[in-house]
């Protein structure tokens, strides 16, 4: 059973008072290591190194994405996982365009003045589902602070189309934090997705620098507002390591979440995808990928997925079944 903030404590108190609804951890000191040079010489580690994308799958799945019109966080994001996950037909799908009304430093998703909402992309991605046969589908957007309640419609709408062709099929929704809207918020979780997904992505003192449009403590908020508004539904966050956290901030984080009572931790390295984002400031050893998720699993986290190439996404069903299981 998962225990969590007082039901009945304000949400502002709920995500301030972590230090005394969770037990303290003993916080391991990291290995010193150098800062790592995005220069032609640095290297990463080897076990950073992932086969090119290809295989018959992998191109049945880019050209229904073609064809339909979709766009998926898999190429806009550049995630290095996209061809094995892609060759297993999952894919993240990415709604409300391509274009992010916010401009955070570590991210490859172009920024810029998006088009309207297009009113018949709930559809085109339920068929896209059914076409592959998906039993497990993410979908995540943009930021979309130019919509009212940043696209949060467009969501619920695909969450009912896609139940319409693929009853079986489960959801997960990775959304934004829809600048902190509660209406919003209710409008995604009565749309009853199987898995809501919000990520925290990094530490309070790198929050300016790495994702100035976005707020920590909202963040929190939003994920300890949607377990309250319905207990039942299972949350997710993510955070990303190597853009220059110390270690004892990045344990306060994974806290602070359990704090906000989410269910399952991603955590991930952080891959600079220019020379214009933020440098990575050191590459985390898979080891220390294994201590962060034992001090996840102490402090009561359903399931942690953590290594050097974890997204949020990535193995997202299989983390989910764990989640489910764990209860």
Not at 10 to 24: F, G, I, K, W, Y
Not at 213 to 238: C, F, I, Q, W
């Amino acid at each position: 059973m998962l225990t969590g903030p007082p039901r009945g404590a304000p949400l502002s108190s709920r995500v301030s008072m972590t230090s005394q609804t969770l037990p303290l951890v003993q916080i391991t000191p990291r290995q010193s290591a150098p800062l790592v040079t995005d220069g032609p010489a640095a290297r990463k580690p080897a076990w950073l190194k992932v086969k090119a994308p290809g295989g018959a799958n992998y191109a049945q799945v880019r050209r229904v994405m073609r064809d339909l019109r979709l766009h998926t966080v898999c190429e806009e994001a550049h995630c290095p996982n996209v061809g094995e996950c892609w060759e297993h037909r999952a894919a993240t799908f990415m709604i409300l365009g391509d274009l992010c009304t916010r401009n955070c430093a570590y991210c490859a998703v172009a920024h810029g003045t998006p088009l309207p909402a297009d009113p018949e992309e709930p559809r085109r991605l339920a068929e896209a589902s059914a076409a592959m046969e998906l039993q497990y589908l993410v979908v995540t957007s943009v930021d979309r602070d130019d919509l009212p309640n940043g696209g949060a419609e467009q969501f619920a709408a695909v969450v009912a189309e896609t139940r319409r062709r693929l009853p079986e099929a489960s959801i997960e929704l990775l959304i934004p934090d829809f600048k902190g809207s509660e209406q919003a918020l209710r409008i995604v979780v009565e749309a009853k997705p199987d898995i809501l997904n919000h990520n925290l992505e990094t530490v309070p003192r790198l929050y300016r620098l790495a994702r100035p449009g976005g707020r920590y403590d909202r963040a929190l908020e939003l994920l300890a507002r949607a377990r309250a508004m319905d207990p039942e539904l299972v949350t997710k966050s993510g955070v990303m390591v190597g853009l220059g956290e110390e270690w004892d901030e990045l344990v306060t984080a994974m806290r602070d979440l359990r704090g906000s009572d989410v269910n399952i931790l991603t955590i991930g390295q952080y891959l600079r995808p220019s020379a214009s984002h933020l440098p990575v400031a050191r590459y985390y050893t898979p080891e220390e990928f294994a201590e962060l998720a034992r001090l996840g699993r102490e402090m009561g986290y359903r399931h942690v997925e953590s290594g050097p190439l974890v997204r949020s996404s990535y193995h997202a069903w299989d983390q989910a079944r764990r989640a489910t299981a764990a209860v």
